[in-house]
């Protein structure tokens, strides 16, 4: 095999995916895996002196291209799902776990960076390069370099059995989410649903050689029926099926996630004790901003001790309407979506739907694309490379007619790709060879694609929730793309702590509330006309509708997470469930039914990299809300020249620095202070008191 019969062997530019086939996994990884233990074998022998260019750079090397191949087959597995790509993906994960994990504990090397910290020349070496080995010798330890041979064998088993296993829970959630549909032959029954709802409906019928309105468990599909359809009986139907997927309760048994989620827990926890811990909260949080899982625990408590009395007054309000002008008796779990926008509708005169209306995708694009280009001041414009899928585009990012980074943007919902919004990287920024090696980032999202109707396209609409959703994985995208660092241990995203990463991804967002960049990114998609004044008022008088209900149910999700990983015993006889039945009893103010299987779904701490570490959404609000309280003081000023300079500066001290320092460092030298609560709270609409 060669660069010109594998694509997957090319690193000379972009990823081939035109020239993609699942036959091309196997060849590709066996030589890549060859050539790195080659270097490695290399490198383990003994040295007069061990130094950077000499030790890291060839290891760095070698082992970047196999990061890369394997990154290519990862995304296409995420996003265009066959049976023979999957198949190919199973067997080469246990081959590419097993050399990571016996890296990971190589004792030769992990010497080689000891003598590279110890040697006099580590004070001469750049912080970005005296960072990466001071990452290098924390990860040996958390690898298991220092375990003895018999200890080092049980970890590596475990690390392969855990990418195993999470690779079988994605499967089985994306497998019952494509099995999943429902048909409505009577469209009387869809009442209340929203016109473009009810022709993606038909038109996924017609694709699938079917009569009547087809609807599935991807969530452009089914979260329109909660939201909107009078019919009750059909809302509990779909929500039902949502919340069992992947569950005993769920269609097929062998896609139940239970036994797989047990696993895991043991195999986290024996993983903890091995490398000398007490549990597996306290390994995650070993490379995170947080100290330990009490602080963790502590910080969460109190937000839901914050966001309690508000979920309650949220709560309360949708019963009484419900009562009152819907004649529900009782909110159940699938009537809080429809009795929520029926009220949001009445008390601010406006619906979501209405809002749809004004941001069509195109018009969503380039406002964002506007914004940054002016907070940043580069140029984004559309680019040309191979793709996976004919709805997938491309382009480019340069500043002073330079390339600095490219990017993938991959929007809408399809069967065989991963639920969810994501970003991830292509390759990272380094230099090499006296040449910058650009980074390169996959923008992923899940919104609906553009309705067909009467054989003309429609341009896609997006939710206002859709376009915060957009701007927030372009933020992800900003701090991989927009990075100075030249160093590939620490540019970009890589080496940021976990409970950081979040920082400018939810910076970002705050911008979807701006009147004056609304009003470049909106359009009517019958009349053209951006977003009227009153409107945008009324959507921001009902920002902070619910919320306290959204805020306490993350909390929720996270603090089931820390416990999950920190005081519960997967031996012990007692279930996952009561660990989160637990959590909602001390803080949840409405509590789901209880054929309700979250957890069999929840792929951010069991496929994912978030296992004690989703409360990093949360940690990491904190940050970008005062991070964003910079730009709030300084478009109140109505000084354009300080916006600029805020921009510029978070561009140098956040995005540009990427993992080259600690992220606390960053951020002081952002805001000049250590970071307040106070934002997030204000932002919440959780600043004072909640009023009766």
Request: include cysteine.
């Amino acid at each position: 095999m060669n660069i010109q019969t594998n694509p997957l062997l090319d690193f000379s530019d972009l990823p081939r995916f035109d020239a993609f086939t699942p036959e091309c996994v196997t060849p590709a990884i066996d030589t890549l895996l060859a050539e790195c233990r080659d270097v490695v074998a290399r490198l383990e022998a003994p040295m007069d002196q061990v130094t950077w260019k000499d030790f890291v750079e060839p290891l760095e090397q070698a082992t970047e291209k196999l990061g890369r191949a394997w990154g290519v087959v990862g995304h296409l597995n995420a996003v265009v799902d066959t049976p023979e790509l999957r198949a190919a993906y199973n067997e080469n994960q246990p081959k590419v776990t097993e050399f990571w994990t016996a890296l990971g504990q190589n004792l030769a090397l992990f010497e080689k960076y000891k003598a590279l910290k110890a040697d006099a020349g580590y004070a001469a070496l750049t912080p970005q390069r005296r960072k990466i080995i001071d990452n290098a010798l924390r990860d040996f330890h958390l690898g298991g370099a220092d375990l003895s041979d018999d200890k080092k064998v049980r970890f590596a088993a475990i690390q392969e059995r855990q990418a195993e296993l999470s690779t079988r829970f994605s499967e089985n959630v994306l497998d019952a989410t494509n099995d999943y549909e429902l048909i409505v032959d009577d469209e009387a029954r869809l009442a209340g649903l929203p016109d473009d709802a009810r022709q993606a409906a038909r038109a996924s019928a017609e694709k699938a050689g079917k009569t009547g309105f087809r609807f599935t468990l991807h969530f452009p599909s089914y979260f329109p029926v909660l939201q909107y359809a009078d019919d009750r009986a059909l809302r509990e139907t779909i929500y039902r099926a949502n919340a069992t997927k992947a569950s005993e309760l769920g269609a097929k048994p062998e896609w139940d996630n239970t036994a797989i989620i047990i696993e895991k827990l043991k195999l986290r926890h024996e993983e903890a004790l091995l490398l000398g811990y007490r549990n597996y909260a306290e390994v995650s949080l070993v490379p995170k901003m947080a100290e330990t899982p009490q602080h963790v625990i502590a910080f969460l408590e109190d937000l839901a001790l914050k966001a309690r009395p508000y979920a309650a007054k949220d709560l309360e309000e949708v019963r009484q309407f419900a009562r009152d002008e819907l004649g529900l008796a009782s909110v159940e779990a699938w009537d809080l979506a429809y009795a929520s926008e029926k009220l949001r509708e009445k008390r601010y005169a406006f619906s979501e739907q209405e809002v749809k209306q004004y941001f069509p995708e195109h018009k969503v694009v380039d406002g964002l694309f506007r914004l940054v280009e002016k907070l940043f001041t580069v140029k984004i414009a559309p680019d040309a490379a191979p793709v996976w899928h004919k709805d997938v585009k491309f382009f480019r990012i340069e500043r002073d007619g330079k390339l600095i980074g490219q990017f993938y943007l991959d929007l809408y919902a399809r069967s065989g790709k991963r639920g969810g919004a994501w970003m991830n990287d292509a390759r990272g920024r380094r230099l090499l060879d006296e040449r910058v090696q650009t980074p390169v980032a996959y923008l992923t999202c899940n919104f609906t694609e553009p309705a067909v109707v009467n054989g003309v396209a429609k341009p896609a609409l997006f939710t206002h929730d859709e376009v915060n959703t957009l701007f927030h994985e372009f933020g992800h995208g900003l701090h991989h793309m927009l990075t100075m660092v030249d160093e590939l241990g620490v540019s970009g995203i890589a080496g940021v702590e976990w409970d950081a990463v979040e920082l400018p991804s939810q910076f970002m967002e705050n911008f979807c509330w701006q009147w004056d960049v609304l009003q470049q990114m909106s359009a009517h998609a019958e009349t053209g006309q951006p977003l009227p004044r009153a409107l945008f008022d009324k959507m921001t008088a009902a920002k902070n509708f619910q919320s306290g209900l959204q805020m306490l149910r993350q909390v929720e999700f996270s603090l089931f997470d820390m416990h999950l990983h920190f005081d519960y015993d997967p031996y012990g006889g007692d279930s996952v469930q009561s660990v989160l039945d637990a959590v909602r009893a001390k803080f949840s103010v409405m509590t789901p039914p209880p054929f309700n299987r979250f957890q069999n779904s929840f792929g951010h701490i069991f496929a994912g990299g978030y296992a004690a570490g989703y409360y990093s959404y949360k940690w990491a609000e904190v940050l970008s809300a005062d991070a964003y309280g910079a730009f709030e003081e300084a478009s109140a000023s109505g000084d354009d020249e300080r916006l600029a300079e805020a921009g510029r500066r978070f561009l140098e001290e956040i995005l540009s620095v990427g993992g080259s320092r600690p992220a606390l460092e960053s951020f002081k030298a952002f805001r000049g202070r250590e970071p307040a609560i106070d934002a997030l709270l204000r932002h919440s609409g959780m600043s004072a008191e909640p009023q009766a």
